[in-house]
């Protein structure tokens, strides 16, 4: 079946701009949640989204958000991009019967 | 302050002997231990997971071991092959709360392993 599908694979935004990162779970899986990975401090959590409703939330200022869709397809939104917001951003999928999330290949950032 | 530590930031073995990777935390509501793989431009790959109530779980080639009073936890590969070459990242998740997607993780070891 096919995997977590993240679009688009690369972006490049200037610093005050917004994006929007789109993320297509495997099939079934009703939990999302995305990641930011930067060289300095590795995988961090950004949020969890469950059937529409945002479940969990990591440490990341209010220009980051989300929204997960009842097809269980999620987007996540940054506003006034800042450079230190280039990074890889990473969605991961899981069933919620178990904890075997499933990553896509990410979409990568940069903010000039 | 970080809650999950990997010290080492890298391995090098010879292939056919052992890795084997460690990671620390610090947040005893932890009940779930995964380990998971990573390539350059690729996502993370799961490998395997361990829950708080085991303290081994073997998968092939993979075994975690994990050390509840030591909160240390630990990933062996054997026999190591050239095609492990990565970069092995050690989670950890709190379910208490109801949700299991807040896997925190640490910052990775990347292994190389010398044909």
């Known amino acids: 079946k096919a995997g977590v599908t993240q679009t688009p694979r690369y972006l490049i935004k200037t610093r005050g701009q917004q994006v929007t990162l789109s993320c297509s779970p495997i099939?079934?899986?009703?939990?999302v949640s995305w990641y930011q990975q930067t060289p300095g401090q590795g995988l961090q959590f950004l949020f969890e989204?469950?059937?529409?409703?945002?479940?969990n939330k990591g440490n990341f200022p209010g220009r980051f958000s989300g929204r997960q869709f009842s097809n269980s397809r999620s987007e996540m939104n940054v506003s006034t991009l800042e450079l230190g917001d280039s990074a890889l951003y990473l969605c991961?999928?899981?069933?919620?019967?178990?904890?075997?999330?499933?990553f896509g290949s990410g979409t990568r950032l940069t903010v000039v | 302050d970080q809650q999950v530590k990997q010290n080492s930031p890298s391995l090098s073995v010879q292939e056919g002997r052992i890795s084997i990777l460690n990671c620390d935390y610090t947040?005893?509501?932890?009940?779930?231990f995964l380990w998971y793989k990573k390539y350059p431009a690729e996502g993370p790959t799961f490998l395997i997971s361990i829950s708080s109530i085991k303290d081994k779980n073997e998968d092939g080639r993979f075994t975690v071991f994990l050390n509840k009073s030591a909160k240390h936890l630990s990933l062996h590969i054997v026999p190591s092959q050239p095609g492990d070459s990565a970069v092995y990242f050690c989670a950890a998740s709190d379910s208490s709360g109801g949700s299991q997607g807040n896997l925190i993780f640490g910052k990775g070891t990347k292994l190389s392993v010398k044909p």
């Open positions: 947040n005893s509501m932890f009940d779930y």
């Open positions: 099939s079934g899986h009703r939990s």
């Open positions: 991961a999928s899981s069933s919620d019967v178990n904890y075997g999330y499933t």
């Open positions: 989204y469950f059937s529409e409703t945002q479940r």
